[in-house]
């Protein structure tokens, strides 16, 4: 894996002119930070806590003192924000690397077939004109030999603030073991439960999920942006909700990328409830708003383009969907 220190933001590949003003030594980059604040959150493949909280004798759900850490799985998050991104492709003009093979056993017949009517196209098809593919298959990589340009971390979590560095992409999070009794609706039973339904569930998240580009390429940068910003928008809809449970409020996410000109101590500020603003870090929301973001969507533009003909360079660069993350 190439270090941060060999990444070099270049857009020889691309067929445009980009214009960044500042430099990579003033950026986080290959780091993305993006902002999660989650009222309820109940991901699908599971938390990882660190404590046993099955054990009864250790640990009792309603003891406000107890304060159990833990991970939150990338896996229902990869999904999400890989969903966004291939709206944004979509949105764009293109369509989007379907997630997976032709001849998967899918629960649905033709469900795959649908897909590819809908805005996909085949798995890995892209590579027959283009060698790294479709900007989704690039970064996100495929099975086998083909490996993704993006890292992406757990977010751990921890009731107490102060525990609870963002810069590792960690939030703050209150973790519970939700037990509901399913009850009978016969009078003749009486109301007696028919079953009981367990879940973890997490209140109150806010923190950063730390992603990492192990390649730099600016389209890269193009496309989480507009992709984050598009979950954001569309947070309330049952398609772009996160994790499970939605039908009961769960998976809706305010979420933003923090501007990349930030410097380390000014992420931290972010999330401090006593701090402020400063009037440096809206000089750089200013910067990174008027000149950095329609660059890197510029050259998300691009990529599209050149492998789509009948998809335009917009003279409007600053989004493809709307919204105002980052």
Known sequence: MTSSDD????????????????SMEEMLLPDLYVGLE?????????IVTNRHHASSDRYEADDPQNQIEGQISPFTLSGWLRHGCEQVLQIAGATACHPGEANADYMREGVYQRDLDSGYHEKGSCLDDHNDGCVVYDL????????????RRPVSFSPIRRNV???????EAHYRQVSSQ????ND?????????????VLGNVEGTWKLTLRDLKPEFVGLLLEAVSFLDVHSDEFTFQLGGARNFGAGIAD???????YAENEVRRVF?????????????????????????????????AARNADVPISDDSESIVGGGSA
């Open 255 to 261: 979420v933003w990328v923090l501007n990349p000109l």
């Open 272 to 304: 401090n409830r006593a701090q402020a603003t400063t009037s440096a870090m809206e000089e750089k929301d200013e910067v990174w708003a008027s000149e950095c973001r329609p660059a890197f969507v510029r050259a998300l533009q691009a990529r599209v």
């Open 7 to 22: 990444l070099v933001l270049d857009a020889s590949h691309l067929d445009v002119e980009l214009d960044f003003p500042r």
């Open 188 to 200: 003749e039973d009486g109301g007696k439960p028919l079953r009981q339904a367990d879940r973890d």
């Open 165 to 171: 560095d963002v810069l590792k992409g960690e939030a």
């Open 182 to 185: 399913v009850r009978s609706r």
């Open 38 to 46: 989650i009222d309820l959150l109940s991901p699908g493949d599971g």
């Open 140 to 151: 996100f990589g495929g099975f086998g030999d083909q490996p993704g340009k993006l890292l």
